[in-house]
């Protein structure tokens, strides 16, 4: 029936945001209150698709960034969030860092995400912010990063600057850039089965 879409969701790499609008189009914005079993079951049944646990992940990712406040609130469901929407395994109730990588190549999801479905854009709390903080630090930054302009960064003294700082600064921009364009293609794509 859809073979582009059944296609897409046999796609272990397929954006959280294409996932989330095959869900929406097929299901509407009811299944945002479906227990993530029923939801992966609807789409076994509809498409002949078993999500794996980690496209499941994503999409329950998604589907928490758009209907719950979780994402902006709380630093540890922010740091799953992160976790599942860049499609790697881990333990819900086990913290595991991200590192900087890793926020950069969610934030074009969450703006596509937050775009796609509503008029509101993204706010984090200091927690949040605090958290990002910490990870751009670790990574190296003295500053936030454009793509995470709200990161709270520790105090540091001395000097703040250097040549390693443009460099880092260029790379999270690159992993932004290529993932948006990702996410462009992958939108494109399904525009020819679903309204998105």
């Keep these: 029936m859809h073979d582009l879409a059944v296609n897409i969701l046999k796609d272990k790499a397929v954006s959280p945001s ?22 992966r079951l609807e789409i076994l049944e509809d498409f002949g698709v078993e999500l794996s646990p980690s496209q499941s992940d994503k999409l329950q990712a998604a589907i928490t960034v758009i209907s719950t406040d979780q994402f902006e609130n709380d630093w540890m469901a922010f ?16 913290y595991d860092p991200v590192d900087a990588e890793q926020i950069a190549a969610v934030m074009p999801e969450i703006e596509v995400i937050r775009n796609q479905f509503t ?23 003295f500053f936030a990063p454009n793509e995470f302009s709200t990161a709270l960064m520790p105090s540091l003294e001395g000097e703040h600057y250097s ?3 443009t460099e880092k600064q260029e790379a999270l921009a690159q992993i932004y850039t290529a993932k948006k364009d990702k996410i ?8 020819h089965v679903f309204k998105v």
């Design 79 to 94: 740091n799953n969030c992160i976790h599942a929407l860049n499609g790697e395994p881990f333990e819900h109730d086990l």
């Design 163 to 165: 040549d390693s700082q």
């Design 184 to 191: 462009k293609l992958g939108l494109a794509e399904l525009e």
């Design 18 to 39: 294409v996932l989330l609008a095959i869900a929406v189009s097929e299901y509407g914005t009811d299944c945002f209150d479906w227990e993530p079993d029923l939801l």
């Design 119 to 141: 008029e509101e854009g993204i706010k984090f709390s200091d927690e949040v912010n605090t958290y990002a903080g910490f990870v751009f630090s670790e990574y190296g930054l």
